[in-house]
């Protein structure tokens, strides 16, 4: 009995030693170190993300630090709590104010876990990148830029870079419209289609190009605005219209909302859903210019709204609602044909709420078209289609109080009045004698003044 209590006992203490010896705080892996990319930009104020990960020992503690020559800076020493396992850690870092100079740096990470491993040290883990250190924005000479804009209208602007640009545009308020590259020698011509919407919160516009580490150049466009009447109409809303056009619109469980409620839905939130979309779609166009010459406008057609009209709504003599129409409405004979009001790619078809069936044409260089309230359309996304080739038919689908059309003009996503773009003249004045030499391919670039 006595030597069996024994055996069981000295049993016991080889499981103990042996559970001690092999349970996971002996491990010996090291910690896994996540790091940006090597070759990343840093710029005078910059951010980088790290992550670390190690099971079953858990993390203990974390020093970063860059190194240039033999100089050497600690940016970060973080100890954990136990039981830390991943941590993803954003970097704060001002190497201009440390002192490290423009060119390469290396970003090291030390991690250490809990592991009882190497005497109680635990385990590390280094992993290092090559970093460069860039404080110079890109170089940037404004060549030419319109010089009259209208409001809710468009212009053009000519520029270039040095080649480390690596995005560009203008801004205006708090739109942004991207600008188009083309490489000429050593250095980047840029061309823009920008715009002075209304709700562009500012009129202030300014060219601004990065580098890949984030610095920007900033330049000021000197442009006179011209201002635009703006027509302000009052539409009376009847029982007929909510029955018809604005409960289909709603899903099945606002189906019990009042018409006034319903109505307010439909025309403010699921319009700005719409005119989100609409523009997320356009964003960003292929890039190289594909139209030629003026855009065409429906054929036989008769304007019954245009851009920017200010609308009111009535019902049952009570002010419910306002929208700003964003397009021209063009009115013809029952479904008639809708062309192409240019040459360009289908980059969308298909239905958008209140807009009905649509089909959104880039015509490059951050333009595009759109055609709504359709009652088909005869393309697909992908197609390349020729200025006055068929794409669809005229109706009354989505919000339209009758069959027509809805042609809206967009830049880098964001709509501008499309009548400029029908007349020849302003085309030729205002856009090609600002951007001749980028459709020509830089040849005999030269400063000149746009209209």
Do not use: C
Not at 77 to 84: C, L, R
Not at 238 to 252: E, M, T, V
Not at 383 to 401: E, R, W
């Amino acid at each position: 009995m006595k030597k069996a209590l024994t055996i069981l006992v000295f049993t016991a203490l080889l499981v103990g030693v042996g559970a001690v010896f092999f349970a996971p705080p002996f491990e010996r892996k090291p910690p896994k170190i996540q790091l940006p990319s090597s070759g990343t930009y840093i710029k005078a104020k910059a951010s980088v993300e790290i992550g670390l990960e190690d099971r079953p020992a858990g993390l203990k503690e974390v020093t970063v630090t860059l190194e240039q020559g033999k100089n050497h800076w600690t940016l970060l020493y973080k100890t954990f709590p136990m039981g830390t396992y991943y941590v993803r850690i954003p970097i704060t870092l001002e190497p201009k104010r440390l002192g490290v100079r423009e060119g390469p740096a290396i970003l090291e990470v030390v991690a250490v876990d809990r592991s009882l491993w190497n005497l109680g040290k635990g385990n590390t883990g280094r992993a290092s990148i090559q970093v460069k250190v860039d404080y110079t924005p890109p170089r940037v000479e404004l060549l030419d830029n319109t010089r009259y804009v209208y409001e809710n209208g468009a212009g053009a602007a000519l520029f270039q870079t040095s080649l480390d640009a690596v995005r560009a545009g203008v801004r205006v308020g708090t739109l942004f419209f991207r600008a188009y590259p083309r490489r000429i020698g050593d250095q980047e011509l840029w061309a823009v289609l920008f715009g002075l919407p209304l709700y562009a919160h500012g009129k202030k516009a300014q060219i601004i190009a990065w580098d890949q580490a984030g610095n920007a150049r900033i330049i000021p466009l000197n442009i006179h605005i011209l201002p635009r009447k703006v027509v302000r109409e009052t539409l009376r809303v009847s029982d007929d219209f909510i029955q018809r056009k604005i409960y289909p619109l709603l899903p099945s469980e606002d189906a019990r909302l009042s018409p006034v409620e319903a109505f307010k839905k439909v025309n403010e939130e699921l319009r700005r859903e719409n005119e989100t979309l609409i523009s997320r779609l356009a964003a960003r166009s292929s890039g190289p210019p594909l139209w030629e010459g003026a855009f065409l406008q429906l054929r036989n057609s008769k304007v019954t709204a245009t851009f920017g009209d200010q609308r009111t709504y009535v019902y049952k003599g009570k002010v419910i609602s306002h929208a700003t129409h964003l397009g021209y409405d063009l009115a013809s004979v029952s479904h008639a044909p809708v062309s192409a009001a240019n040459y360009g790619r289908v980059i969308f078809t298909g239905f958008i709420g209140i807009y009905g069936n649509v089909v959104i044409v880039d015509h490059g260089l951050g333009l595009f078209s759109l055609y709504a309230h359709l009652s088909r359309y005869v393309v697909k996304k992908g197609d390349v289609v020729k200025k006055g080739q068929i794409i669809g038919y005229t109706d009354s689908t989505g919000l339209a109080g009758g069959d027509h059309l809805h042609f809206g003009i967009l830049l880098s996503g964001h709509p501008v009045n499309p009548v400029e773009w029908w007349d020849r003249r302003w085309l030729r004045d205002r856009i090609m004698s600002v951007l001749g030499p980028y459709f020509k391919g830089g040849k005999g670039v030269q400063t000149h003044r746009g209209g």
